[in-house]
């Protein structure tokens, strides 16, 4: 027959009143929790997180003894790992974690400037004596003998509207997992 061993038990206000011995163990039946003892202290400790303590659980609902933290703005936020002590707790940033990640996105207007465009050359035909050249076809340019500051560089004619772009990115639908934040009460 093997040998059961019970320790003193009791409701967690019975816990609260009672100082047990140096080491001495007791049942907290109200938290279903442990109490360890220290021979001064009434009450003892509990083993574990201490109160106020935050953590991660991937569940839906938080554990028993812990508070689920709801609040607005920590819904549908990324996590971000900070080595250094420089940083301040909380969200930051403005677009919810569906904003950014998704189907179907498509990016800000941008317009191009000359500094964007790649270097280019438009090659042409050019006797150095006519003014125009291929003034008659429509699908060669224009060219005119003679930049407009005098330089004698020649010079073709410019199209397009100088309106912005976007592009269209159809699969930013980033796995991931669901996590809530707790707080040890």
Known sequence: MSTQVQ???GTA???DAFTGAVGEITIDTTNKALRVHDGVAAGGFTPGFEATTKMLFYQTAAPSGWTKDATAALD???LRLVTTTAWAVG???ADAFDTVFGTSKVTASHVLTAAQ???HTHPQQNDGVNAFKNAASASSPTFANG???GSGAEITGSSGGGGGHTHTLTNLDLKHVNVILCTKD
């Open 147 to 149: 930049a407009a500051d």
């Open 7 to 9: 320790f003193r038990r």
């Open 76 to 78: 549908k936020v990324g």
């Open 117 to 119: 465009l790649g270097a």
């Open 13 to 15: 206000a019975e816990n």
């Open 91 to 93: 969200a930051s940033g």
